[in-house]
């Protein structure tokens, strides 16, 4: 008898049988036999036996093993007869799984009329009717029998049952989409006399399903089986029994193509066909080390999450083994992030602003520069006819300086950071388009505009000019005659126009309407508004709607314009420096003058346009798939919550990622301040106590670090991580 090796493979895959001679061959299996039943020897007349079984197990794993996609569409050339499945193969479903459609459905009146946790009791009826066909012995069940089952559990009309069936149907028409594997197999199919069917286990209808391949391009096949129609089920084998009747050949002749390994893969080996099983761009997450080794970008659970997530996945990794975010780079990482959670926050606040201007009959919309030049980009995607939209010139110094009176208090704020970063007063006095008014307002209290600043002068100018506010204002008056035309022709009377911006105080609306003239009327859209709009705004009788925040309310959103307001105005940052004046040229037109942006703060626009560029071309993408009316159906009001719980508590990898991000404070600063404050020299409680985003600085904490951080800074300054 052959004594056992100490290597010997634990399983019949493990051996590569193809690169052995038959000797050889028969060694390996015959230790194999021995290591999984001893009592036989190789010199018994069942290693004749052994061989043929194993050999027989090795090829049906070989013939259903997992294959890329280019493998698979490669091998069709050898076949003239194919079965190919139908989910996560030719189409997918813009949602994590397949329950998660049921989850689309919960918001719909149709469903709330019934139970307020439909998710759940569709779930139970589907379990239910499959527990009544496992006792008649039938293999697959009905989309009929499921809403039986559905009447049953809920006490639901037969009128309600039917209605929220035809809503299951049309969900599912609407989240289905073509695969780019299911694209490129069909188009090669279509091109060549081959003959295929599709081969599905499914509780939905066969007509319906021919109807939905149909809609999606799915073309070209003789037919549709679907198991609970034909009585039989891939996952018995016994539906492949059908095909190879239909087409008339032996089971070997055909070809089978699917996602699932035991279906798709095992049973159809079993039945004596021929198989290969594809990746499944759903089940990557699955495949991949678990969110809380790298990042939370994919754990978002709202709809209009769920649906970018689902298309970044098949538009980019349809053909990956695993996803690690730590392996990408700093543009990749930035790129993902931009579609999957930039872009249904920024999808879901533009449908949001779509509807609230609907509401008011308002077909004009103005995006306030900065933070509108990405926004107006993805309304322009969403809504490429109907809407008059423009770029409209706008800054805080734009609109405050030449046409607000302003508060000491403000015009110190406002000036602290140019005047500390400008060497001289005619420095300071270009930077922020000052005119003659304001050096003779200089000169009358002694200060040299040309002469280099020190701390005391600096000190001394901002002095004067929080003492005599009015001499400052009346500097712009040259500004203003432009200004005034500027607006009232963007905003012309007897028109209802939007304007949109990121927000907080609505101080830029409030300026707007005090320049155009009382007959136009201007409605403000914001990302959030803070506490400060109600008196800069509703006590001046300014109609105004907010997507995040509306003057500080509901409490638990305050976040977005305490902790989150930097990380945001980084996202929406347009690739040009503040607008600091407006003039006309020689032919009348209206230009902007910019001010002039540091390295550093390039390399912030070049940063921000990845993730904008990303989720631009994700909005699209999915627009591809299902149209923006479609998309409404889907998204709530306003449905911010998946990017809020990212920014609440971010991966420590996620938050790495944005440690290289500054914040800039207005003209004159080129340097920034860290967004995260991760890295910076100093005590862990005045790094987070100056973060910008502290719960990024958390992130990266050890337990104990964090722990004592957090108690520290509850009781020194009452700060929340």
């Given at each position: 008898m052959l004594h056992l090796a100490s290597d010997i493979p634990r399983r019949i895959d493990q051996i590569d049988l193809?690169?052995?001679?038959?000797?050889?061959?028969?060694?390996?299996?015959?230790?194999?036999?021995?290591?999984?039943?001893?009592?036989?020897?190789?010199?018994?007349?069942?290693?004749?036996?052994?061989?043929?079984?194993?050999?027989?197990?090795?090829?049906?794993?070989?013939?259903?093993?997992?294959s890329s996609s280019e493998e698979v569409l490669n091998r069709v050339d050898d076949y003239d007869f194919l079965s190919l499945d139908i989910f996560d193969t030719l189409l997918f479903r813009h949602c994590k799984s397949p329950i998660d459609v049921f989850g689309f459905m919960s918001e719909h009146s149709h469903t709330r009329?019934?139970?307020?946790?439909?998710?759940?009791?569709?779930?139970?009826?589907?379990?239910?009717?499959?527990d009544d066909a496992n006792e008649k012995n039938l293999e697959d069940v009905s989309l009929e029998e499921i809403y039986l089952c559905f009447q049953q559990l809920t006490n639901c009309t037969d009128a309600q049952a039917e209605q929220i069936k035809q809503l299951e149907l049309e969900t599912e028409m609407d989240l289905l989409h073509a695969t780019s594997f299911g694209r490129k197999l069909v188009e090669k199919l279509q091109s060549t006399e081959k003959r295929f069917v599709i081969t599905s286990d499914m509780y939905l209808p066969q007509e319906y399903l021919e109807r939905v391949l149909q809609a999606k391009g799915i073309t070209g096949w003789e037919r549709v089986f679907v198991?609970?129609?034909?009585?039989?089920?891939?996952?018995?084998?016994?539906l492949f029994e059908d095909v190879a009747a239909f087409f008339g050949v032996s089971k070997d002749k055909v070809l089978h193509i699917g996602d699932n390994r035991h279906a798709d893969g095992t049973m159809a080996a079993n039945a004596g066909m021929q198989s290969r099983v594809v990746l499944a761009s759903k089940d990557l997450p699955s495949r991949s080390p678990k969110p809380k080794r790298h990042s939370k970008l994919l754990t978002g659970t709202r709809p209009i999450s769920q649906v970018f997530v689902a298309n970044y996945l098949e538009s980019h990794h349809y053909d990956t083994e695993r996803l690690d975010f730590r392996?990408?780079?700093?543009?990749?990482?930035?790129?993902?992030?931009?579609?999957?959670?930039?872009?249904?926050?920024?999808?879901?606040?533009?449908?949001?602003?779509?509807?609230?201007?609907?509401?008011?009959?308002?077909?004009?919309?103005?995006?306030?520069?900065?933070?509108?030049?990405?926004?107006?980009?993805?309304?322009?995607?969403?809504?490429?006819?109907?809407?008059?939209?423009?770029?409209?010139?706008?800054?805080?110094?734009?609109?405050?300086?030449?046409?607000?009176?302003?508060?000491?208090?403000?015009?110190?704020?406002?000036?602290?950071?140019?005047?500390?970063?400008?060497?001289?007063?005619?420095?300071?006095?270009?930077?922020i388009s000052g005119g003659p008014v304001l050096k003779e307002h200089f000169a009358k209290h002694g200060l040299d505009i040309n002469e280099r600043l020190s701390r005391k002068t600096r000190k001394k100018a901002l002095k004067t000019l929080m003492e005599d506010p009015e001499s400052?204002?009346?500097?712009?008056?040259?500004?203003?005659?432009?200004?005034?035309?500027?607006?009232?022709?963007?905003?012309?009377?007897?028109?209802?126009?939007?304007?949109?911006?990121?927000?907080?105080?609505?101080?830029?609306?409030?300026?707007?309407?005090?320049?155009?003239?009382?007959?136009?009327?201007?409605?403000?859209?914001?990302?959030?508004?803070?506490q400060h709009a109600t008196s800069i705004l509703r006590r001046g009788g300014l109609e105004y709607v907010s997507y995040t925040v509306s003057n500080g309310q509901p409490s638990h959103l305050a976040p977005w314009f305490d902790d989150f307001r930097d990380i945001i105005e980084f996202i929406c940052s347009a690739d040009h420096g503040s607008i600091l004046r407006l003039h006309k040229n020689d032919c009348g037109e209206v230009l902007w003058d910019t001010s002039e942006v540091s390295d550093l703060e390039a390399e912030n626009f070049r940063q921000a346009k990845t993730i904008q560029d990303a989720a631009l071309k994700a909005i699209e993408s999915v627009l591809q798939?299902?149209?923006?009316?479609?998309?409404?159906?889907?998204?709530?009001?306003?449905?911010?919550?998946?990017?809020?719980?990212?920014?609440?508590?971010?991966?420590?990898?996620?938050?790495?990622?944005?440690?290289?991000?500054?914040?800039?404070?207005?003209?004159?600063?080129?340097?920034?301040?860290?967004?995260t404050g991760i890295g910076q020299r100093g005590t862990h409680y005045r790094n987070a106590k100056n973060s910008r985003w502290r719960a990024a600085y958390a992130a990266q904490l050890n337990p104990l670090s964090y722990s004592v951080l957090k108690f520290i800074l509850r009781k020194r300054k009452k700060i929340r991580l």
């Open positions: 193809d690169n052995l001679c038959p000797l050889q061959k028969l060694l390996h299996i015959g230790n194999f036999a021995l290591s999984t039943n001893p009592q036989y020897s190789i010199m018994e007349s069942k290693t004749d036996e052994c061989e043929t079984t194993l050999t027989s197990k090795y090829n049906r794993r070989k013939k259903m093993r997992t009329q019934v139970t307020e946790f439909f998710q759940d009791y569709r779930v139970a009826a589907e379990n239910l009717a499959r198991s609970n129609e034909q009585g039989r089920t891939k996952h018995t084998g016994r392996s990408l780079s700093e543009d990749q990482y930035f790129e993902a992030f931009g579609a999957v959670m930039v872009a249904p926050l920024i999808t879901s606040m533009l449908i949001w602003m779509k509807q609230e201007m609907d509401k008011r009959s308002i077909s004009r919309i103005a995006f306030l520069a900065r933070d509108g030049m990405f926004p107006k980009a993805a309304f322009e995607l969403l809504w490429q006819a109907g809407i008059d939209t423009q770029y409209l010139a706008a800054s805080r110094r734009l609109l405050t300086l030449p046409f607000t009176t302003l508060e000491p208090e403000t015009l110190g704020g406002m000036l602290h950071t140019t005047l500390a970063n400008s060497e001289t007063l005619n420095e300071l006095i270009t930077k400052f204002c009346k500097s712009f008056e040259h500004e203003r005659s432009v200004l005034t035309q500027y607006y009232r022709s963007a905003f012309p009377a007897g028109t209802k126009s939007a304007i949109f911006d990121v927000g907080w105080r609505g101080s830029l609306q409030r300026s707007i309407c005090a320049i155009t003239d009382s007959e136009a009327h201007v409605f403000g859209l914001f990302f959030g508004t803070s798939a299902m149209p923006v009316q479609i998309l409404a159906k889907y998204v709530d009001p306003k449905d911010e919550r998946d990017m809020r719980n990212f920014l609440s508590d971010p991966h420590h990898e996620d938050a790495l990622r944005f440690k290289n991000i500054r914040v800039f404070d207005g003209v004159g600063d080129t340097l920034g301040e860290s967004l």
